[in-house]
Each structure stands twice: as C-alpha cells, then as structure tokens.
C-alpha cells in the first residue's frame, strides 16, 4: 500500500512516465486484491483493489490486463455466490482477452471459456455450458499440444458434469474416465482424483451398476478422508451416495454412520436442506430395516419438518415422508397416529392428483394393512380390493407405466387373496395368488420381485393345503423355498420359515425322508435365531416325533417329543398345544408296552384339553385311546365306558358317517366280545361295517377288515358259513386293492383254512392254508403267520391219518417258531410239542 501511494506521487511529479507508472499501480492493486482473496480470505476487501485496478487499466486501454483483472473479480463473485455477476465479469473478460490476442487463441481464452461454462452449469443452463466447455477444450488442446494436461483434464470433468445433468452418460463416463487417467498419472493419490471417482461412481450409479459405483465411491471417501475436513460437503456428498448404494444392497449397518457423518457436513453449509431432508429419509429407511422404529421415525419427522419450510407443507415430498411415518406408527402399534397421519396423506393427494391415482391406491394398501392387524378383514377386504381396482384401472390406461408397474397390482392381488383367506375362502384366495405370481413371473428377475413372487408361492401353497389339494401345494412351497434359497441362502431366517412349512406339507403327505431332511435343518437354524418362535419350534419337533414313529424310530420320536413338551409348557395360555404333545408321548408309551405310563399321559391330555375346549374330535380321539389302553389291560367296564363317550362325542361333532364313528364301534365290538357278550360285541362289528360301507363304498380294504371282524363273531357263535361268506368277500376286496401276493390276503386265506376245517372241508382247508404258507414263505415279512399255517396244514395231514406228512410240518412250524425267538414254554410251541410228540407215539407203534 505504502509503494502503491508513493507511485502515485511519482505519478503527479513525473507526467512523462505516466502510464507505465499506472501500470504499476494496477498491478499492484492487483496482487493487493489476490492477497486480500487468496491469502487473508477477505473477498470484499479484494474486490475493492481489483475495481481499483480495472479501473487503472481501463484508463489506459490494456485490454490482457482489463481481461485478466475481470476474471479474478469474477472468481471472486462465484465464491460469494454471486453467479449472475461472475457470468457478466467472465463474458466481459473473454472480450477483452480476445481483442488483447487478437486471431490467436490463447490459455487466458480457454479458461475463460472454461469460467463461463461453469457459471452456466450453475444457472442450469447445461447444454450452454457444454458448448462453453467444448470451446475451452478446442483452444487448450490446441495451445497445450498434448493430452496428458491437468487443465484439460479439469475441463474434460466438468463436461462430464454437464454431461450427466443431461442425462448423456455414456458421453460423461467417457470423458470422466479420460480426464481420471490423466489426473491419476500426473497426480497420484490426490483429491482432484476423488473428485472423479464420486463422478464416475454416479454413473454406475445411475446405469444402476451397484458393485463398480461402490467400488468407486469407497475410493472417492478414502481420498476426501485424508484431505478434506470431516464436516466437508464434498465429503458429505460422497457419503450421502455410497450409504445410498449401500441401502440398495440391503446393507443397512454400514450405512447408517455414512448417513450420519453426511449429515454433520450438510448442517455446515448454506442452501443443503434438501440434501439433508433426503440423507433423514435414506436414515429413516435404513433404520426401519434394522428394526429401530424409533430412530426411523425421528429420523422421518424431522425430514417432514425440513420439507414443510422449504417445499410446503402440501407437497408431495411430503406426503411421501408422512406415508412412511404412517407405516412406522403401524407397525409400533400407534394405529390412532397411524390412520391420522394417513388421512393427512390423503388430504395432500386429494389436492395434487384428484381421486384416481396410484398414490391414492398406495394409501389404500397401508389402511387395508392396518384394518388387517385389527382383524377388522371385510374392511381390509374392501381397502385392498378398491386399490385392485384403481391400480388395474391406471396401469392398464397406461402402458408404459404397465411395463414398469405391474408388480403393484400383484401387490393387490395378494391381499386381496390374504384377505379370503384369512376368512377361511381358500378356494377364492387361489385365483388371486395365482394370478399375482403369473404377473411377477413376467416381471423379470429384479430379486425385490423374486420375493413377492416367493411371498405368493408360499400363500398359494398354504391355501391348496387347506382345499386338500396337496398334489399341487407342495410344488408351490418348493418354489418359494427355490427363490428365498437364491436370494437368502440356507442359513436364513427367511428360508426356515418356508422349509418349516414344506416340510410339515410333506409329513402330512406321508414324504417321510424330504420332510424329515428339512424340518431337521429348520429346528437346527430356529434354535441358533436370536429371537424365533417358540411355537413353531416346538410344532416342528412335534412333527419329527411323528416322523420318527413312522419310522419305528421310537426312541427318536420320544426324543423329540419330550423337547417338544418342555417348549410347550413354557408358553402361556398353552394348554391345547401342550395336551397335543402329551397325546404323542402316550402313544409312544403305549407302543412300547408303557400302558400305565401312557394312561397318565392321555389323562393328562384330555384333562388339559377339556379345560379349555370341551368336546370335539380330537377330544374323542383322546378318550378313544384311554379306552384302549384299559381294554389293553383288562379294565374292560373302564374301556367300554370310554369307548360309549367317545362314539357319543363323535356323533356329535363329526356325525354319524364318520369313520372314528366306524372305528369306534369296532373297539366297542372288541370290548364286548372280551366281556363274552358276544351279542353286543356282533351288534357293534357290524355298526362299524355300515358305517365304513356307507363312507368307502364297498370295495374298500377296511371294508374287508370289518368283514374280518363280523366272520370272527360268527366263528365264535359257530356259525362257519356265514363266517365263511364274510371271509370270503373280504378276499375277493382285498385281491382287488392289494394284488395277489399281499400279506393281508395270506392272512384271509388262513382264516378261511380254519373256518373250513371246522366243517371238515379238509381239501378246501389244505387249498386256504397252501395258498397262505405260499406268501408268508416268499414274503418273510411274518413268520409267525408261516409257522401257524405249518402247524395247522399238519393238523389236517393228522385228522387224514397222515402222520409223517404232519410231523414233518409240525417240525419245520417248531423251527419258525424258534427262529422268530419263541421259547418252548410259548402256548404255541408247547402245542405244537406236543402234536410232534403224538405224531413220534404214532409212527413208532
């Protein structure tokens, strides 16, 4: 300053030296106003120097120096945000750099260009810049004379800015990548490098290529960490995009701090409220997934209050935030906040779309959900089938919102069929799951779609359970296992909910080792969850068990229904499930000869069961079991007694044609014909035969079995024809059903072998009892059967005075006996000892 004044003297004393002396000043005045703007940051103080300066240079016409001295004052209006002055010193200043080079193209030109491009892309001016920009590069590669230049490349990145404004991303990416090779070469590990990789990572962004846009914004914040400020925007800005990425990929844990450190760096700057209102809704959303409600919901509400102030409280931002704070309210339970911060929501649509829209039919979804939770399912019913209705309606009109949008009406779809079935219409909910999974089917493979679809096949499935149609529900589920595999892998929560449910289809189906293989895997997987539920642990135990048993794995099943149990008794208001269990664990202890053990088990059950629903089925089915145990161990007036109630108990819930009706009666036969009232006991052999006839029609296998039941009566009452008839009848089914060399029919034809040797049919007998030894003996699989029939064919040899061929199959009968781990003292050894030893008196006399 002091030099500046003292020119200015020698300027006044010295008239000859004029205007080199005013050159001085302004240059002078110049780096006066550089130091002031670059070094002490005080702008206004450096603008004063330049239009010092300007004025300086004007005066003397030097049109480089007015030029140059208009774009440091422009330089300056940029940093004060004053854009509309900048454009005007930068234009002003390409004149003057134009007439000062005359026809040659100069540096100073190019970055003028270079200014007002930028000052154009900060006015949304971009095509204008983007010509601006190309005319800057035009001129430096033509003065530079090579490509490997930082002010090229800082011209090529800001093409690419404009570039991906424009929507031209091909055309960005490319010059994004040349301008990064260029700084990368000559810079190294440098912030301008950064700068381009949160470039080239918006791009892949936008090209929706998650895994290289990620790639490149990791990188981009490595950088801007090491040389920018925590607080920094740029920064903030890099971090705002990867927790976005991030969010995409379903990884919400590490984007939340991102999302968090972007935050601090927006509240630093001016003008960034939308950026911050968007960073609170992506906090909202990920939030959400990590299962903190509250945070989310702060995290929305302040978001709402943000885009009150700068877009209004009537915006569709806002309508969008208030139907997310809708949902949380939801899902905490606050169904009153809920449904007022929905009407809000449909207040705000009403004004901006009118009735018919599909943001009205998104509202309507929300309101169904939540009429759903409160059970309230005709009013859901009707929620989900309006919005059906208006998504049908809009999409269809639309067929480039159909292309892209569809999945929403299988949204509706699926409701609306959850609806139905929730209401207990199975067979109306198939049509809408089926056709819901047939549009995401032709949606393509987006994995959020591949869900939906995997959510339908599984509702689909349940429903064809519940219609009886197990042929087609077990490929159902097993889609839906195939897609949540895919996405989720076998270690998912996801994965054991379907397997849980396949697995138990495939029980019910009698798919004993498919069944057996999943519900193991989803009882191992439910036991490491940190929170699963204990219900379904303890049913998929409880199924096990039942696998178990039919396998004749006893021991296993006992295993698991004791596990089972201890589960169940944990549980509150559980006493239905519970009595279940203890119902298992009797009929594992009657199987293993445990009656006393298994009695307290079914009474244990049925007092349970009683306490909390009366009578039903499967109450009947619980006294039925008592009952056998008893007549098991002789308390026949206990048994027959069980047996009255329970027939009665079926009678009344299940009807008379019902086959535990037929069942029943069969065990009371049995308890008759135990007590000797051989009368009572046929009564209810052929009660249960009617029944069965009139359920199964008559060409049924247990049809033949209560034939079987009805000839035994007759035996004992001596009559052998009628007994022959029944027997006879059931042979004829039973070769019908089962072919001709099924163990069953080995069986009749031994019973009829009796039956025709009681009335001295001896050739008929020895037929019966050759036709039954013939598939016992092939078949192995009763040896007992094979022994009593030897013994009995030597019974007929004897009574034809046949000894030799008796005895020779009295000795081979002994020999099955003992095979078979009978000892002699067995009443049917012992018999047949005894028949060997006359057989040896005879022959030896």
């Known amino acids: 300053e002091d030099v500046i004044e003292l020119t200015k003297l020698q300027i006044k004393e010295n008239a000859d030296n004029k205007n080199e002396l005013s050159h001085k000043v302004g240059t002078m005045l110049v780096e006066m106003g550089t130091l002031y703007d670059q070094k002490l940051n005080k702008q206004s103080k450096a603008l004063t120097y330049l239009q010092k300066a300007l004025q300086e240079f004007q005066a003397m016409k030097e049109y480089n120096w007015i030029g140059d001295t208009l774009s440091l004052i422009g330089v300056i209006h940029v940093k004060k945000s004053a854009n509309q002055k900048a454009l005007k010193c930068f234009r002003d200043s390409l004149v ?65 800015l404009s570039m991906l404004q424009l929507g031209n991303l091909d055309d960005a990416l490319e010059s994004f990548e040349a301008s990064i090779k260029v700084r990368r070469a000559l810079l190294g590990d440098h912030l301008d490098v950064a700068f381009s990789l949160h470039s080239i990572g918006r791009i892949f962004f936008h090209q929706n290529n998650i895994e290289d846009a990620t790639a490149c914004l990791e990188e981009a914040m490595k950088l801007k960490l090491r040389f920018l400020p925590e607080k920094h925007m740029s920064l903030a800005e890099t971090q705002h995009l990867l927790a976005s990425l991030y969010i995409k990929k379903q990884n919400y844990s590490p984007a939340v701090p991102l999302l968090k450190s972007a935050l601090l760096g927006y509240k630093g700057t001016r003008d960034c409220d939308i950026m911050k209102s968007d960073v609170l ?24 209050k943000i885009k009150k102030v700068v877009l209004g409280k009537d915006g569709v931002a806002c309508a969008n935030v208030l ?32 009735k018919n829209h599909l943001k009205n039919a998104d509202l309507l979804i929300q309101v169904g959900l939540i009429q759903d939770r409160l059970g309230n399912y005709d009013m859901a019913a009707r929620c989900f089938a309006e919005a059906l209705r208006m998504r049908r309606k809009l999409i269809d009109q639309n067929s ?9 009406i299988a949204e509706a ?36 779609v591949s869900q939906e679809c995997a959510n339908a096949c599984r509702l689909l499935g349940l429903s064809q359970i519940a219609c009886g149609d197990n042929e087609n529900a077990l490929p159902s589920l097993a889609r839906c296992l195939e897609l949540r595999e895919r996405t989720y892998g076998t270690e998912s929560e996801q994965w054991a909910e379907i397997a849980y449910d396949l697995g138990i289809a495939k029980c019910q189906a009698g798919i004993y080792d498919d069944a057996l293989v999943l519900l193991d895997k989803c009882v191992l997987l439910l036991k490491g969850f940190e929170t699963s539920d204990p219900e379904r642990l303890s049913n998929a135990l409880l199924h096990l068990g039942k696998i178990y048993l ?13 596990e089972a149990l201890v589960i169940r008794k944990k549980l509150k208001k559980n006493e239905i499930g519970v009595s279940e269990v203890l119902f298992q664990i009797g009929g594992v202890r009657e199987l293993k000869k445990q009656y006393l053990e298994s009695l307290v088990c079914y009474e244990e059950s049925l007092k349970l069961r009683l306490s909390v629903l009366g009578e039903d089925e499967d109450t009947a089915d619980i006294i039925s079991r008592i009952g056998e145990v008893r007549r098991i161990r002789g308390q026949y007036d206990l048994a027959l007694e069980n047996f009255t109630l329970a027939l ?10 019902h086959l535990s009706v037929a069942n029943t009666y069969h065990s009371l036969g049995y ?25 199964l029609g008559g060409d049924h296998v247990k049809i033949a079995a209560s034939l079987d039941d009805v000839a035994g009566m007759y035996q004992k009452q001596n009559e052998q024809k009628k007994a022959l008839k029944c027997l006879t009848e059931a042979l004829r089914i039973r070769k019908l059903k089962l072919g001709g060399n099924d163990i069953e029919i080995g069986k009749t034809l031994f019973g009829m072998g009796i039956i025709f040797a009681a009335i001295n049919d001896s050739e008929m007998a020895m037929d019966c009892y050759s036709g039954s030894l013939e598939i016992s003996s092939h078949d192995g699989s009763n040896p007992k059967l094979e022994a009593q029939t030897l013994h009995q064919i030597g019974c007929v040899h004897a009574e034809n005075c046949n000894y030799k061929e008796a005895l020779q199959n009295w000795r081979t009968c002994l020999s099955k006996y003992r095979e078979g781990g009978l000892r002699d003292d067995h009443y049917m050894v012992a018999c047949t000892l005894g028949n060997i030893e006359m057989a040896e008196n005879v022959l030896n006399t």
């Not at 480039?400 to 929403?408: H, M």
């Open 648 to 657: 009665d108990m079926y009678k009344n819930t299940v009807g008379e044609t």
């Open 413 to 448: 779809l699926v409701h609306t069929g959850r609806m139905h079935q929730s209401k207990g219409d199975h067979l109306k909910s198939l049509t809408f799951f089926k056709e819901a999974i047939d549009i995401y089917r032709k949606s393509g493979g987006d994995e959020d």
């Open 671 to 695: 308890v008759c014909d135990a007590k000797n009232d051989a009368q009572k006991a046929m009564q209810n052999h052929k009660e249960g035969l009617s029944v069965r006839k009139l359920i």
């Open 400 to 408: 480039e919102i159909g292309g892209n949008q569809s999945s929403l």
């Open 281 to 304: 809704d992506l906090l909202g959303d990920a939030y959400a997934k990590l299962g903190e409600d509250g945070h989310s919901l702060l995290s929305y509400e302040h978001s709402l």
């Open 96 to 160: 003057m750099r134009k007439l000062a080079s005359g026809k040659k193209e100069t540096a100073g030109v190019a970055e003028t260009f270079h200014h007002i491009g930028n000052c154009e892309a900060r006015e949304g001016q971009f095509e204008d810049s983007l010509k601006s920009y190309k005319e800057a590069l035009r001129i430096k590669k033509s003065v530079f004379h090579r490509k490997g230049y930082l002010s090229i490349a800082k011209t090529e990145h800001c093409m690419g």
């Open 323 to 354: 139907m997310e704070i809708g949902k949380l309210k939801s899902m905490k339970n606050d169904i009153d906040g809920a449904l007022f911060t929905f009407k809000e929501v449909k207040r705000i649509q009403k004004i901006l779309f009118g």
């Open 550 to 562: 039919k396998k004749r794995s006893v021991d296993n099943a006992m295993v698991h229904f004791d």
